[in-house]
């Protein structure tokens, strides 16, 4: 059976200000996050305000670093203190690319356990990337990614699942280099669900989720939350999503899709 709650957790990305975090909050979102693009300047003030803003309101606040280094990624943990940091790394499920996922696995996993030891009181997310529909090769590439949860399990507190596109052998076709995530599209709903069945930890399931099928997502797959960046963003005058700007009247209207799915589920 899936790892359920009894509402659905509700998660939002990418927010950097504070009042922006506060209106969230106001509309019953229950985590919201927050990344950090540059680590040169790792100290952002506006962010800092923004994961104490969250915090203060009752919510849950993430933080995602899009950076390896273990140093930068404790200073930045130490000065923000969030209440869970998501690694978001694009470990690809193909086939030909599982020698090279293995070592990354290793460091990775090293990293998640000095996190744990240092921070003992701040949770880790980790996201799981699932290719889109149609994709071939989809039971070994499910099988693969059961493997990669089954790693990273002992020493997570969420999975997310997100959607990876383009060649799996070239990490710079995702939108952020490296990175699973922000592409507003959906993933193989078929693996997604296999993972959420079997995960020993609650899965938060992304890619794509907007208010108009967060409510089938919730019903189908039953996860333990829903995360929503790319559909629930501003649009620009030629209609595509504007990074860090949230569109307040979607989120509304996701929230409202999610816990209507959760009342239909509870009768269930």
Request: with cysteine.
């Amino acid at each position: 059976m899936p790892f359920r709650m009894k509402n659905t957790i509700i998660q939002i990305y990418e927010v950097q200000e504070p009042q922006e975090a506060e209106e969230l909050v106001g509309l019953g979102v229950d985590h919201i996050g927050s990344v950090l693009t540059d680590a040169s300047q790792i100290e952002n003030a506006a962010i800092r305000k923004t994961v104490q803003a969250i915090q203060q309101a009752g919510a849950k606040s993430g933080l995602i670093p899009i950076f390896k280094n273990p140093v930068e990624i404790f200073q930045a943990l130490d000065f923000y203190q969030p209440d869970f940091v998501h690694f978001c790394e694009a470990l690809s499920p193909f086939p030909e690319n599982q020698t090279a996922v293995a070592r990354e696995c290793d460091a990775l996993l090293s990293l998640q356990s000095d996190v744990k030891k240092r921070f003992p009181q701040i949770r880790i997310m980790r996201s799981l990337s699932v290719p889109r529909t149609g994709v071939a090769q989809a039971v070994r590439i499910q099988k693969n990614l059961l493997k990669i949860m089954e790693f990273f399990a002992p020493l997570s507190d969420y999975f997310l699942i997100d959607t990876l596109i383009g060649n799996p052998g070239d990490q710079s076709q995702q939108p952020v280099a490296g990175y699973v995530g922000i592409t507003g599209e959906v993933c193989d709903w078929n693996i997604a669900g296999a993972i959420i069945t079997v995960s020993p930890i609650p899965v938060i399931l992304a890619g794509g989720i907007s208010d108009e099928n967060v409510f089938k997502a919730i019903t189908a797959l039953k996860p333990a939350g829903v995360d929503s960046c790319t559909k629930t963003n501003v649009l620009d005058s030629q209609g595509r999503p504007v990074r860090f700007k949230k569109d307040m009247r979607k989120v509304r209207r996701l929230v409202e899709e999610a816990r209507r799915a959760d009342e239909l589920l509870q009768k269930m």
